[in-house]
Nanobody, 126 residues
Framework: QVQLVESGGGLVQAGGSLRLSCAAS????????MGWFRQAPGKEREFVAA????????YYAESVKGRFTISRDNAKYTVDLQMKSLKPEDTAVYYC???????????????????WGRGTQVTVSS
């Protein structure tokens, strides 16, 4: 049983920053790998970043490497996505996801992943 709630989305100018947060249910949180996905209008949901259950390992989509940082605080049951140098093409609804392994978050079909938040809108203006 994992429930996820995203927050922190909003409107930002190109080159600016936003920090997204995902609050998770307490029980078993530290046993799950966590990830961020995004979906732009007319596009499929795509992988952005993931972090393993202990926070030691992370992976990023090529499009966000060097700009986005994923982190987790298992004591607070939260997973954050720090986004810097934002571009208009980053505009999307951002979703928090949880699954049993970081590898699955990276490669498994989206419909097969275990848990999803309901998303938070990020809009980057040019």
């Amino acid at each position: 049983q994992v429930q996820l709630v995203e927050s922190g989305g909003g409107l930002v100018q190109a080159g600016g920053s936003l920090r997204l947060s995902c609050a998770a249910s307490k029980l078993t949180f530290s046993n799950y790998a966590m990830g961020w996905f995004r979906q732009a209008p007319g596009k499929e949901r795509e992988f952005v970043a993931a972090i393993n259950y202990g926070g030691q390992n992370t992976y990023y989509a090529e499009s966000v490497k060097g700009r986005f940082t994923i982190s987790r605080d298992n004591a607070k049951y939260t997973v954050d996505l720090q986004m810097k140098s934002l571009k208009p093409e980053d505009t999307a609804v951002y979703y928090c996801a949880a699954d049993q392994g970081l590898g699955r978050l990276r490669t498994a079909p989206v419909p097969t992943l275990d848990y999803w938040g309901r998303g938070t809108q990020v809009t980057v203006s040019s």
